[in-house]
């Protein structure tokens, strides 16, 4: 059963198909608001992709002066990049995170560059960036989700994925500083890695404007589903959000089935051979026909759709031709619906080139028909 809006604690929510990214189900998913440190997912990633993990960050005073939570760093103090990113996303320590946006960009305004220019490669367009540690601002924001899809790119797209899901499923790290002198230990705070089989990755956030915030994603099977949830209660409401994100990875997990629509057979009448009028054949007066070639499934090849959902098939190609026709003319479209959300799309061309009729072909074959008429 769909759960009802109401019955949410998050002001704003959104399930994503983590394969595709299509919506499963929202709750006002598209109203901007704050998301406090679940931002570091962000951070994490582009400090990933752009630094190397033996490179050495060190400590700003600006850095040193970021609110808790923090590492407690000092200025000039300084750390493997590798062992801060378990600081960022493990304990989600505000200094750390203004270390590494330094080390990477030089500043924490050319981070959020970064940050924004990533935001719309992975098509992210109501999402922007103003620090690496998402404390409150108001041109810092995003929405449940587009914070989604976020994720999935951390967790999926990204040719980080991999080193992203190690460092967020660790539930301890120990590490020092450059010198030894400085020993930290720091313990993961996403409590949804031991409350469903499956739980892949995540973070927390919470600032006084944002609220309790959560993106997490899971795997059951074949199938991978993403949480987001922004406003999700304030103070002494600490667990809504694991009560929101189980809620809704079970509607997921019990909805929602995975097809391949490469494995739905097409009705072949539908694109058979296509008469071609006024055609070159093999003698005058035969009905002339060519192939038609069907392109393969470019998009949502494999996606989750509900259980008693079937997926209806439409066919918009011409049944006639006018010679002449070259082999890849466009015929037309093939395309894959659910109710009214378009899926796919397969385009449909001429597999053979068929010559017009003309008046030097007409003499060949009345010459040939001759021939075969007195001496065949």
């Known amino acids: 059963k769909m759960p009802a809006q109401e019955s949410l604690y998050a002001r704003s929510a959104a399930l994503i198909d983590g394969d595709t990214g299509r919506l499963l189900y929202g709750k006002e998913e598209d109203v901007i608001l704050p998301m406090a440190s679940t931002t570091k997912i962000m951070t994490c990633i582009l400090v990933l ?3 190397e993990p033996e490179e050495i ?5 600006y850095a040193a002066s970021q609110p808790q939570v923090h590492l407690g760093v000092q200025k000039g103090w300084s750390f493997r990049c590798e062992d801060l990113l378990y600081s960022l996303m493990l304990e989600s320590h505000n200094d750390t995170a203004v270390i590494l946006a330094e080390a990477a960009a030089g500043s924490v305004e050319g981070f959020a560059t970064w940050m924004n220019k990533k935001a719309k490669e992975i098509g992210l367009s109501q999402t922007h960036f103003v620090t690496p540690n998402g404390l409150d601002n108001e041109a810092h924001y995003t929405t449940a989700r587009e914070l989604a899809l976020l994720l999935r790119y951390c967790i999926r797209t990204s040719p980080k ?8 499923r660790t539930a301890q790290y120990e590490f020092t500083d450059t010198t030894g002198k400085y020993s930290f230990s720091v313990y993961n705070h996403n409590a949804f890695l031991q409350m469903m089989d499956g739980a892949l990755s995540g973070k927390t956030g919470f600032t006084g404007n944002a609220g309790y915030c959560y993106v997490g994603a899971l795997k059951r099977d074949d199938r991978t589903f993403i949480v987001a949830l922004l406003a999700c209660g304030w103070p002494n409401n600490k667990t809504c959000k694991w009560a929101d994100t189980k809620k809704l990875m079970q509607y997921g997990i019990s909805r929602f089935r995975k097809i391949s629509l490469d494995e739905i057979e097409l009705d072949a009448g539908e694109y058979a051979p296509v008469q071609v009028v006024d055609g070159q054949g093999t003698k005058i007066g035969e009905e002339v026909t060519t192939e038609l070639e069907v392109a393969p499934v470019k998009e949502n090849v494999e996606l989750l759709i509900e259980k008693d959902q079937e997926v209806h098939i439409e066919y918009q190609l011409s049944r006639k031709l006018y010679a002449p026709v070259t082999e890849g ?4 479209e093939i395309t894959y619906l659910l109710g009214d959300e378009v899926l796919a799309k397969r385009v449909v061309t001429v597999k053979n080139t068929v010559k017009r009729i003309d008046f030097c072909w007409c003499v060949k074959k009345t010459a040939e028909q001759t021939l ?4 065949g």
Do not use: H, P
């Open 329 to 332: 003319d466009f015929i037309g």
């Open 161 to 168: 994925s991999k080193e992203f899901l190690k460092i967020t």
């Open 49 to 51: 992709e752009m630094m």
């Open 372 to 375: 075969n008429r007195y001496f």
């Open 57 to 61: 960050c060190t400590a700003s005073a």
